[in-house]
């Protein structure tokens, strides 16, 4: 993992602190998630960064948050879910 997934990825660690490896393997097996782990550090940065800023402004940062804790932990929750086979017809 190079430095700036490092970053991204300690996002979503302090976000899901219960989940810590659940998190780090998800990470390690799907670009879609760290995608999201990407997505949420910008976000938290640009919220960070609205100091003083329009309250729209913050809420439209804090949904595209909250958003994108639920796709988060969804993806998490099927972490360990496995597909079963067709069924065989007789």
């Known amino acids: 993992m190079n430095g700036d997934f490092a970053h991204d990825l300690f996002h979503a660690l302090r976000r899901f602190p219960d989940q810590k490896e659940r ?45 994108l804790l639920g796709e988060m932990s969804e993806a998490l929750c099927r972490l360990d879910v496995l597909p079963l086979p067709p069924r065989r017809s007789r």
């Open 23 to 67: 998190v780090a393997r998800l990470a390690e097996r799907s670009e879609t998630f760290r995608d999201m782990c990407e997505e949420l550090a910008a976000a938290e940065r640009a919220l960070a960064a609205l100091t003083g800023e329009s309250t729209d402004r913050r809420i439209e940062c804090e949904g595209w948050i909250d958003r």
